[in-house]
């Protein structure tokens, strides 16, 4: 029986994928392509490799690329069951007999009969349910992940168009103290002239300087949510491709599905709903010129900030993507 995880193109060479290889994150590549990245990036069996289309991690296994699973197409054997099971109908080239058991605890799929000789020995009893039944339950398990994550992406979308409002409005903050100093600074250069020029230049350089930091602070916000909902679309498109390629009676979705139950659970653990973020906004105060006579004192005021950032996305502050 033929499984149908197929791709159509490989993300690297942008051609029809050839012997193709599954990475933990569900992407998947032409094992040359696959081979000639990690060259690339001079890794060797053992070095853990970011996968090329979403950056997720991925050990070289001890024979090197190829020793990763193969994800088949039609006329081949599924990546779950092992070589001594693998035969045509899928049935066990040993015993002849069909493969119809799946073993959660052994991860792999089998006859009854190979079922029985790997756990007679066995201290505790393994868990196991026939296939079709099995490959029903996965494919409910692919539902509710994609659920979840396409739940998820729709709360970054919110979050990002909620920082987006919010940058609109510490710009015009900034504006309005902008010019209540340049005002305050005229008043009293008639008696400071010098002085006060310089204590302007003073401060509209520590507000450019929050200006920067607050932008810096809410591009940051804002790539992480871009990227939170980037790595998340990219696992629902996958997810999403794989379920409409398979069949019910697919064996090998058994591999896939655990795979993208895994990738799902370590999205959902890393991007968490942020909290609601909040534009800094500016006060200017003007000091009373009239008991300032001693020497190198502030003639024109201060600037403060009165409302911080809250936003708490769980990513690198150091991401960059953009948005603005």
């Known amino acids: 029986m033929a499984t149908s995880l197929s791709v159509k193109k490989c993300p690297i060479c942008q051609d029809e994928i050839k012997d193709p290889r599954l990475l933990p994150c569900i992407h998947s590549f ?19 490799v970011p996968c090329p289309e979403c950056r997720h991690e991925f050990q070289i296994p001890k024979d090197g690329v190829a020793g990763l699973t193969v994800r088949t197409h039609d006329k081949e054997a599924a990546p779950s069951v092992s070589r001594e099971h693998q035969g045509g109908d899928h049935y066990c080239i040993e015993h002849r007999e069909r493969v119809k058991i799946y073993c959660f605890d052994c ?14 020995n066995n201290k505790t009893q393994h ?4 296939i079709d039944v099995v490959v029903q339950e996965f494919a409910r398990h692919i539902d509710d992940e994609i ?11 919110v979050t990002a168009a909620h920082i987006e409002e919010e940058s609109s409005k510490y710009l015009g903050s900034m504006q309005a103290t902008e010019r209540e100093i340049k005002t305050r600074g005229a008043e009293v250069k008639q008696s400071f002239t010098r002085l006060i020029d310089r204590q302007v230049s003073d401060l509209l350089h520590k507000l450019q300087s929050m200006k920067s930091a607050a932008v810096k602070e809410a591009k940051s916000q804002a790539d992480a949510v871009q990227l939170a909902v980037t790595e998340l679309e990219s696992f629902r498109t996958s997810s999403l491709e794989l379920k409409s390629k398979c069949s019910p009676s697919d064996i090998g979705l058994t591999q896939a599905a655990s795979d993208v139950r895994v990738r799902a ?15 800094p906004s500016y006060k200017f105060t003007p000091v009373n010129t009239e008991q300032l006579l ?6 024109v005021g201060h600037v403060t900030e009165v409302q911080g950032i809250q936003c708490d996305v769980g990513l690198p502050s150091s991401v960059i993507l953009n948005l603005f």
């Open 30 to 48: 032409c094992l040359e392509c696959l081979e000639n990245y990690c060259r690339s990036k001079s890794k060797l069996p053992g070095d853990d």
């Open 107 to 120: 991860q792999k799929n089998m006859c009854s009969m190979c079922y029985y000789e790997l756990h007679k």
């Open 294 to 299: 001693r020497d190198d004192q502030n003639f």
């Open 127 to 130: 868990k196991s349910e026939q």
């Open 147 to 157: 659920k979840q994550v396409t739940s998820r992406i729709e709360s970054f979308r």
């Open 265 to 279: 659970n370590e999205l959902l653990q890393k991007h968490v709903i942020p909290g609601e973020y909040l534009a």
